[in-house]
């Protein structure tokens, strides 16, 4: 068979493959679509909510108030959150929450000396482990949408133009008979060439299906940005809200101090 052919039988190859993968993309949206539909009579926990629709950690802001909301923790204007008395590590509050996501900051809180922002308890290991039980078993309640953030079929198309560049590269050193090698030496720099071919055709072809093949949506990840604010959040005052927002995204000194000396040496600071 000519190389001519061979080369258009794997492009058509491949072309059914993306035929069969936009297929099962068109299937899976309808489907994910049905059940979308269905989504308005599902209890959603608030905290579950509000981190599906932006990030985890914003469940931490919402337990936050609901601490504060509680009178178990204030928060001062810097967005410092503090307890109802300062604590030693090993002292447990005297009052705790019914739902594990505030019980959990309440402790992270506890071993910070009774006093930190949002931004210094997020990476407290025990309260990031609380906090992806909490995520894990909610989203074992609804099953469809548990693996959301998976998408197999872009993953397969990605992967798909790996092996046609391959071959595209085999055919053009190897099965041309002007170009054919011959010897170890020969071989060893044929296949070298081989894989700097395939990498200029991969890495063109990759970026080409990851920018233009389209993503799965996340229906229920949209569904949750469009419920209500979460009570404890909704229930704060405005200055409340924006003293949790500062604590969220609280910048020490020595950071206010870095970037102001970055800023004075950046070009053009006078």
Same mark, same amino acid.
């Not at 101090?257 to 950046?266: P, S, T």
């Given at each position: 068979?000519?190389?001519?052919?061979?080369?258009?039988?794997?492009?058509?190859?491949?072309?059914?493959?993306?035929?069969?993968?936009?297929?099962?993309?068109?299937?899976?949206?309808? @489907? #994910? %679509?049905? &059940? !979308? +539909?269905? *989504?308005?009579?599902?209890?959603?926990?608030?905290?579950? $909510?509000?981190?599906?629709?932006?990030?985890p950690e914003d @469940? #931490? %802001?919402? &337990? !936050? +108030?609901? *601490?504060?909301?509680?009178?178990?923790?204030?928060?001062? $204007?810097?967005?410092?959150?503090?307890?109802?008395?300062?604590?030693?590590?090993?002292?447990?509050?005297?009052?705790?929450?019914?739902?594990?996501?505030?019980?959990?900051?309440?402790?992270?809180?506890?071993?910070?000396?009774?006093?930190?922002?949002?931004?210094?308890?997020?990476?407290?290991?025990?309260?990031?482990?609380?906090?992806?039980?909490?995520?894990?078993?909610?989203?074992?309640?609804?099953?469809?949408?548990?693996?959301?953030?998976?998408?197999?079929?872009?993953?397969?198309?990605?992967?798909?133009?790996?092996?046609?560049?391959?071959?595209?590269?085999?055919?053009?050193?190897?099965?041309?008979?002007?170009?054919?090698?011959?010897?170890?030496?020969?071989?060893?720099?044929?296949?070298?060439?081989?894989?700097?071919?395939?990498?200029?055709?991969?890495?063109?072809?990759?970026?080409?299906?990851?920018?233009?093949?389209?993503?799965?949506?996340?229906?229920?990840?949209?569904?949750?940005?469009?419920?209500?604010?979460?009570?404890?959040?909704a229930a704060l005052?405005?200055?409340?809200?924006?003293?949790?927002?500062?604590?969220?995204?609280?910048?020490?000194?020595?950071?206010?101090?870095?970037?102001?000396?970055?800023?004075?040496?950046?070009?053009?600071?006078?």
């Amino acid at each position: 068979m000519a190389q001519l052919t061979v080369a258009g039988v794997a492009l058509a190859a491949t072309f059914v493959v993306y035929g069969l993968l936009g297929i099962a993309w068109w299937s899976r949206g309808r @489907a #994910d %679509r049905k &059940a !979308a +539909a269905r *989504l308005g009579s599902l209890e959603i926990d608030p905290y579950h $909510a509000i981190a599906t629709a932006g990030w985890p950690e914003d @469940a #931490d %802001r919402a &337990a !936050a +108030a609901e *601490l504060i909301r509680g009178g178990m923790v204030e928060v001062d $204007a810097e967005g410092f959150l503090t307890t109802g008395r300062r604590v030693r590590p090993a002292e447990p509050p005297a009052y705790r929450p019914e739902h594990p996501v505030p019980n959990a900051l309440l402790d992270a809180l506890t071993r910070h000396g009774g006093r930190s922002t949002l931004r210094g308890l997020v990476d407290d290991p025990p309260l990031r482990a609380a906090r992806e039980v909490f995520l894990r078993t909610e989203d074992a309640k609804v099953p469809r949408w548990s693996d959301r953030r998976e998408d197999g079929l872009h993953s397969a198309a990605t992967l798909t133009a790996l092996p046609l560049a391959l071959f595209y590269a085999v055919q053009i050193v190897f099965l041309r008979k002007e170009s054919a090698p011959h010897g170890i030496v020969d071989t060893l720099l044929a296949l070298l060439l081989v894989v700097i071919l395939w990498l200029m055709i991969a890495v063109p072809v990759g970026w080409f299906v990851l920018r233009f093949w389209p993503g799965r949506r996340d229906p229920f990840r949209e569904h949750c940005a469009r419920l209500p604010r979460h009570p404890a959040l909704a229930a704060l005052a405005e200055h409340q809200n924006a003293a949790l927002a500062r604590s969220a995204s609280y910048r020490e000194p020595w950071e206010v101090e870095r970037d102001r000396w970055v800023d004075v040496d950046a070009p053009g600071a006078f």
